[in-house]
Structure formats: C-alpha cells, structure tokens
C-alpha cells in the first residue's frame, strides 16, 4: 500500500513543481506557487486549488480566479444532430441570423452562467443553426467553445511538451527545432542511461533537457556554451530533480584547443579578475596622496564638525564591510566555477563519449571538427541546423577529413491529420520546415599511414582478356 501510494504522488500536482498549462493548441509553462495569480490567454486565476489533483486535469475557472476540477458533462449534441439540414447552400451569413447582442451576452456573464450554457443560449437563439449540416453544426459549436469556455488543462512537461510549446510560442529561441526533428535527434544520437554524452546548443536549454530527461539521472552530460555562460531556461522547465543536476556539467567551447593541446591550467585563477584587482589598487594608490593634500587646508573645519566625522567613518565602515562582503562572494563564485571547469576538463580529458549532439545558431563546422576528437570509436553523433548550406559544408569535411562512416544529411517532414468520422483529411496548415540533420559515426582512423597511400595500394584494375576472332 505504501508503494501505491509513492507512486500515486507522483502523478499529483504539488507545491513549486513546474507545469504546463494548456487550452487548445495554446502552452505556457509556469510554477505552482501558492497566492500568485497567473496570466495566460487574456485570463488571470490561481493555482492553489490545483495542488494535490492528478496531472493532464482541465479545470474550469470561475469567479475568483479560482479554479474548478471539470466535472465530465453528458453531450447533448445528440438531439441537435436529428435537426440537421442537408445543405448549406441557402445560409446567407448576413450577421442578423443571431438574436443575442454582444450586451446580452456579457449581462449572461455576469449572472453567473458557464461557458456551455451560453453556447446553449447562442445556438438557441440562433435562426441558422437548425439549418446547417450536422459537420457545421460541429465546427460552430467547436469554435464558441474555443471562444467561451473558460477551461484549462495543467501536464505534466515533458520534451515533447516543450518543444511543441516553443516551436508554437517562440520558434526562432529553439533555432525553429520541431518536436519531430528532436526526437529524431534523440535516436540517432543513441541517447540512454548510463552514457557520456556532449550537447552544444543554443536552443534555450530545450535540447540539453530532453537529453537529461532521456537518460533518466544516470550517466553524465557535459554542456559546451559560449561566452557568456550555460542558458537553461528550458531546463527549468522540465522541473528535474535534484538528483539529475548531479550529472550535468559545463565546460565553455573557447577552452577545448587548449584542452586538446594540453595547455589547459585548471588550478590557476582568472586572470581577467587579477588585473581588475591591480588596477583597483593602483586607482587606491593615487587616491590616498590627494586625500592628503586636501585634509591640510581643512583642519579647523574638521574639528568643528567632529560629530558629523563620527557618522561619516560609521557610513565608510559599513561600506568597506560590505566591499568585503561582495569581494568574499566573489571569491566562492569564482572557485566553484573553477572546480566545475576541472571536473569537466578531467571526464573530457579521457576522450571516450558516448555521443555528441549538436544544434546552434552558429556555424557548426568548426564546432563538430573540435568536438568530435572527444569521442569514442563507434559512437554516433547527430547536428541540426535550419539550413542545409552549413550541414553540406560538414559533410564535405567529413568526407575528406575520414574518421567517420555511415554519413547521412536528412530532412524532416511532418503533416497532422484530422481524423473524423467521413471528415478524415490532411490539414491544410503546416510546418514549412523543421530543420535538417547531419548524423554520422566515429570510427578508429589508421594514423600510420598516410590519407594518400590507401589509393596506393589499391590492385590495379584486370584487363579483359580479348579472343582472336581472325581466322
């Protein structure tokens, strides 16, 4: 029973978790904070009534901005559909077929009635309704639901989530990454528990967390960033565990030539923060003599103003402490980065990843030559990019360079379906495009003899031994 109950808690919504909010083909992803209104599709409510119900619930809001666990509703499409008409041709949408004014409907709001009593209301009050094909029928009430119905579906975040939530919201942070071409990514790159795998992304953190998700906590994932530092913004999202932060790392891609060269000095501090520190106290330096210059004139002033000298070393005390203070937090900053810089250099020192995932804004050719020397013999590695000019430019290196096998420049294609009952067709509005992807595999490259001297080698071609045909 009490396993049961374990894994029940689970699947529940509770204090400080991440989720995501749904209402259509609309997503948002927030934190369940207690008392804090939360804004999404021109609406405001609260979260606190949905801690404890399970995940993927629709809620329903009322007034307040309190949130309702939906009850399921009997359909009552049924008696409509007997008064279906078989044609459409006589509707002339002239805007006088509906009874209630705008006026009406906002004074039915305020009475208190739900989203589906006023559709009710419409479709009664409607002089067209009863003479539209029951797929018209449909399609209206679908769309004043969509318009009226102040419902809300929390889920559980997930990659698929996610990326559908970015790619719908904000395509151009995720490098127009569609949820398909990640998936794909995540296979090719043979991502799973227990592995060693590199992630260079500028997609928000997107990438990197569907990979952390993948693998479950186990294994360890090393994140390359630019200046500047690691963006995880997506990452938050997914709302891991603490245990899963455990196995993430970072190492910024301006250190790997030193890496591989060996010239990387992990113990040694940062030297941008040296200088700063001299060039303070040189400034320190050339302040202290003037403050001795201007104190001689002004020593009968000083002695009258002895209590206002009194609170001004009182201030001066107070901001040297905190000085102090900002310089000590800055010293433990500076040393844990220093320690997650070693930690990472020493599991990229071995050479010996699992895989090596790929998407940027960024050129990826140079980027892919330097990391692919981290990586094991027979192990895949995948990049995406938005355009196919910068994969060919890979390829072509590749090619040329060896080191690698099964070489593949793919894109992906996506339609949705609408499945209906006699209405099964493809849907008119898609995805131009989600991206291409490069994928490949290491191979052990034969350093000892050289690129040229495989064609060498190569036995020449036999001749075809020609029968004399004279007699």
């Keep these: 029973m009490a396993d049961n109950v374990d894994d029940d808690s689970l699947y529940r919504i509770k204090e400080g978790d991440y989720v995501v909010l749904k209402r259509g083909d609309i997503f948002k992803a927030v934190q369940i904070q207690l008392k804090k209104k939360v804004i999404f599709e ?34 009552e499409s049924s008696t409509d559909a007997k008064e279906a008409g078989t044609d459409n ?17 906002e004074t039915l709001k305020e ?10 209301q419409l479709i009664e009050n409607s002089s067209t309704f009863r003479e539209k094909t ?4 449909d399609k209206y009430i679908k769309k004043k639901k969509k318009k009226y119905e102040n419902t809300v579906t929390i889920l559980k975040p997930s990659c698929r989530i996610l990326a559908m939530m970015y790619h719908g919201r904000e395509p151009g942070k995720i490098c127009h990454l569609r949820y398909d071409t990640l998936a794909q990514m995540l296979t090719l790159a043979n991502i799973h528990a227990g592995s060693k795998v590199l992630v260079f992304e ?12 993948r693998m479950g906590g186990y294994g360890s994932v090393i994140q390359m960033y630019p200046a500047g530092g690691p963006v995880r913004a997506g990452v938050e999202c997914f709302g891991f565990p ?12 301006c250190h790997v030539n030193a890496l591989l060269a060996g010239t990387l000095d ?12 001299s060039d303070m106290a040189a400034e320190e330096e050339q302040n202290q003599p003037e403050a001795g210059r201007r104190a001689s004139p002004e020593e009968q002033s000083m002695e009258t103003n002895s209590g206002a000298d009194g609170s001004h070393d009182h201030e001066k005390d107070e901001k040297e402490k905190l000085k102090e203070a900002k310089a000590q937090g800055k010293k433990v ?40 020397k981290f990586l094991s013999p027979s192990r895949p590695f995948v990049v995406h990019s938005q355009y196919k000019e910068a994969l060919i430019e890979c390829y072509t290196k590749l090619k040329e360079q060896g080191g690698t096998v099964n070489l593949r420049l793919t894109d992906t294609w996506l339609r949705h379906y609408q499945v209906l009952p006699n209405r099964t067709h493809p849907v008119l509005l898609m995805s131009g495009g989600g991206g291409y992807l490069l994928s490949g595999t290491t191979v052990a490259a034969d350093r000892s003899k050289p690129a040229g001297s495989q064609r060498a080698e190569e036995p020449a071609a036999k001749r075809l031994k020609l029968t004399n045909t004279d007699g």
Aim: charged share 25%.
């Design 42 to 75: 021109k609406q405001w409510f609260f979260l606190d009534k949905a801690v404890g119900q399970l995940y993927s619930s629709t809620f329903e809001i009322v007034s307040g901005g309190i949130l309702q666990p939906l009850k399921p509703k009997h359909t």
């Design 89 to 105: 041709r006589n509707i002339v949408d002239d805007g006088k077929s509906q009874k209630l004014t705008r006026d009406d409907i």
């Design 111 to 120: 009475q208190g009635l739900e989203g589906q009593e006023i559709i009710q």
């Design 134 to 137: 029951e797929y018209a029928q």
């Design 202 to 213: 500028t997609c928000a953190g997107l990438v990197l967390g569907s990979v952390m998700e």
């Design 242 to 253: 603490e245990h899963f932060h455990d196995m993430l790392h970072e190492f910024p891609i």
């Design 266 to 277: 992990t113990t040694a501090k940062d030297p941008s923060a040296d200088s700063k520190k």
């Design 333 to 372: 900053k500076q040393e844990e980065k220093r320690k997650k810089l070693a930690a990472a250099a020493a599991l990229l020192e071995g050479r010996n990843a699992d895989g090596l995932v790929i998407a940027s804004r960024f050129h990826p050719c140079t980027v892919l030559m330097g990391l692919l």
